[in-house]
């Protein structure tokens, strides 16, 4: 266990505890998220959509960060946002909120100022 430095919390890095669980699920998400019948980047898009409305912000920041890396354009971020915000209405509006909010600061390499606690890390 650790404490976090910017929100103070106590952490638990569960690598370290449960290394073979870890590994696997990396190496599930490395598969799923491969080009295939689907492009990567639809899969990360609906990923971070799923993100969305299950308020998974660690999930949300993930997802930002790996359609940066995959080239989705803010116009495909948002077509995908509206996607989102239509299947969870008000709740769904502020998560997708948040999700354009991070990728416009990751890709202004502004720090966002989202924040709430999160269901993961």
């Known amino acids: 266990m650790a404490r976090d430095a910017r ?4 952490t638990v ?11 696997a699920l990396a190496r599930i998400r490395e598969v799923a998220y491969a080009d295939g019948l689907f492009p990567a980047k639809v899969k990360v898009l609906t990923a971070l ?7 998974c912000e660690p999930c949300v920041r993930m997802y930002v960060e790996k359609a940066i890396a995959l080239g989705v354009t803010r116009e495909e971020m948002i077509e995908m946002l509206n996607v989102a915000m239509a299947m969870g209405g008000c709740p769904g509006e502020a998560w997708v909120h948040k999700a354009l ?5 990751q890709v202004q390499r502004r ?4 924040t709430s606690d999160a269901c993961c890390a």
Do not use: N, Q, R, W
Request: hydrophobic content about 45%; aromatic content about 4%.
């Open 13 to 23: 890095d569960l690598a370290e505890l449960s290394p073979e669980i870890h590994d």
């Open 7 to 10: 929100t103070g919390m106590i």
């Open 101 to 105: 909010l991070l990728y416009e600061s």
């Open 49 to 55: 959509a799923i993100s969305t409305i299950i308020k």
């Open 111 to 114: 720090p966002a100022t989202v």
